[in-house]
C-alpha cells in the first residue's frame, strides 16, 4: 500500500527548504509558528536543547530528528538558560532550497540540519491532522538506518553542492519526510494501538480498501466491492472502516477523489473534462458540482485563482541563511 506516497503528493505544495548550521556557544535562537508548514531538525554534531513554548526544555543528541508536522514554534539553544534571538529574514535567501551558515563564538561547536516543507493548511489528509505538535526520534543504534543515511547524504550535499545538487538536494527532502513518518508509524508506542489513523493504516482489511481507492479513484467502487478486499462482509467493513477512518468509506473516497483532482489542477493543464474521468466522474457538469460542494469554488475558477504561486512562493525555512546570535 502507498497511501503515504499520496498523501504527500496532496499536502505538500511549493518547494522545500534546508540549511546546514554551525553554532558556536553560547547561542540560542527561536523560530516561530509557521502555520500550513511542517519542518525537521536534527542534531549533526554536538549537542543543543529545544525549548518549546511550554513544558520542560528537551536534550537533543548527535543523530536526534525533531519533526514539527503542524508548523508550530520553539527555540533551540546551547542551554536552557542561555537566552534566545529572532530569526534575521533575507527575501532573497528565502528563495533559496538550501544554504550553509556559521555563527562565529567561543564555545564547542553544533552543526544542525533543518529543513522545511509548505502544505495545502486548507485540505489537508487527516492522516496528517493526527500527527502530534511535535515528534521526537532519538538516535539509536540500529534504528531507522534509511533514515540515518537519508540525513547523511542530504548533510553531504547540503555542505559541499555539486552538479545537480537542487535535483538532489530536493528529492533528499521529500525522502527525509517519508521516512520521518515511517519511523513514527513504526514506533512502538501506544499512538499506533488507539484507534484513528494510525491504526487504519495497519489494519489489513481497511489498509487493502485504501489501497484501492488510492490506487483507482475512477473505478466505480461499491462498499461490498472494498469490503471485499479485506475479506469483510459489507456490514462488518463499513463499520470498522468508519470507526476508525472517521467517515464512511464513500464519503472518503469522494473526499479523496475531489482532492486528487484539485492536485491535477494545480500541478498540470489537463482539461476539466480529462481531470473529472480521472477521478471517477462521469461528466463534466456532476464533477463541477462536487469540487464545488467540497472547496468552495467551481473547478475551472479553482484553477485560476487558487493554483497559480508567485516564483518567490518559499516554503518555511526554519533557519535562515545567517540567523542571529544569542
Known sequence: MDVLSDVMAIVR???PRSARVEWHAPWGQRFPAQ??????????????????????????????????PHGHGYALADSPATPVGEADCDPEEERELFASAS????????????????????????????????????????????????????????AGPRL?????????????LVYILRAWFDAPSQHCQTGGWFAALTDPAIAAALDAMHRDPAHPWTVQALGARGGLSRAAFSRRFTALVGQPPLAYLTWWRLATAARLLR??????????????????????????????????????????????DAAWSPHRAHPSPA
Open 13 to 15: 505544495t511549493g518547494r
Open 35 to 68: 502555520p500550513g508548514s511542517a519542518g525537521f531538525q536534527v542534531i549533526l554534531q554536538g549537542g543543543a536543547w529545544l525549548i518549546p513554548p511550554t513544558g520542560d526544555p528537551v536534550q537533543l543528541h548527535v543523530g536526534d530528528v525533531v519533526f514539527f
Open 103 to 158: 555563527i562565529a563564538g567561543p564555545g564547542a561547536a553544533t552543526v544542525t540540519l533543518c529543513g522545511g516543507y509548505r502544505l495545502d493548511a486548507g485540505k489537508g489528509h487527516p492522516v496528517l491532522r493526527e500527527l502530534p505538535e511535535m515528534i521526537h526520534l532519538p538516535a539509536r543504534l540500529g534504528h531507522h538506518p534509511e533514515l540515518r543515511a537519508a540525513v547523511d547524504l542530504l548533510a553531504g550535499e547540503i
Open 164 to 176: 545537480g545538487a537542487d535535483t538532489v538536494v530536493s528529492s533528499l527532502l521529500d525522502t527525509l
Open 267 to 312: 500541478g498540470s493543464d489537463v482539461s476539466l473534462g480529462a481531470v473529472a474521468a480521472q477521478v471517477g466522474y462521469g461528466s463534466e457538469f456532476a464533477f463541477a458540482n462536487a469540487f464545488k460542494r467540497e472547496y468552495g469554488l467551481p473547478p475551472g475558477r479553482y484553477r485560476r485563482e487558487v493554483c497559480p504561486r508567485p516564483p518567490e
